[in-house]
């Protein structure tokens, strides 16, 4: 019963945070382009620290990747690919929205 409950949860997590990503427009978002170029500062430094904090993070997931293989930990190496791919995720943040239209 409780396995049922969780992945009803989990898909109504992601119906909302993509209704969420389709309800908003890029234009919505930066309310019509109107003074962007005074939070320009700003996004290069918390992209900055995305990059930084997702290089950390890969690094230590990849250190946790190869500890697991050494001790036959097969959550290790689950835990270890997951923190290797939001690292990712976190470095190329700036990329991926960009891609997506989203700019800032």
């Known amino acids: 019963m409780l396995d049922n409950i ?3 949860l989990v898909k109504h997590q992601i119906a909302i945070i993509l209704f969420s990503a389709m309800a908003f427009t890029p234009s919505q978002a930066l309310a019509s382009g109107i003074g962007t170029e005074t939070f320009q500062p700003l996004m290069d ?12 993070i890969a690094v230590i ?6 500890l697991s293989f050494s001790n036959e930990q097969p959550e290790g190496r689950y ?5 290797i791919l939001t690292g990712i995720a976190m470095f190329f943040s700036d990329q991926i929205l960009s891609s997506l239209g989203i700019t800032f």
Request: hydrophobic share 60%; net charge positive; proline share 0%.
């Open 6 to 8: 969780e992945g009803f």
């Open 45 to 56: 430094l918390i992209y900055t620290v995305l990059k930084i904090a997702g290089a950390i």
């Open 61 to 66: 997931g990849f250190a946790k990747l190869l």
């Open 79 to 83: 835990s270890g690919v997951m923190q």
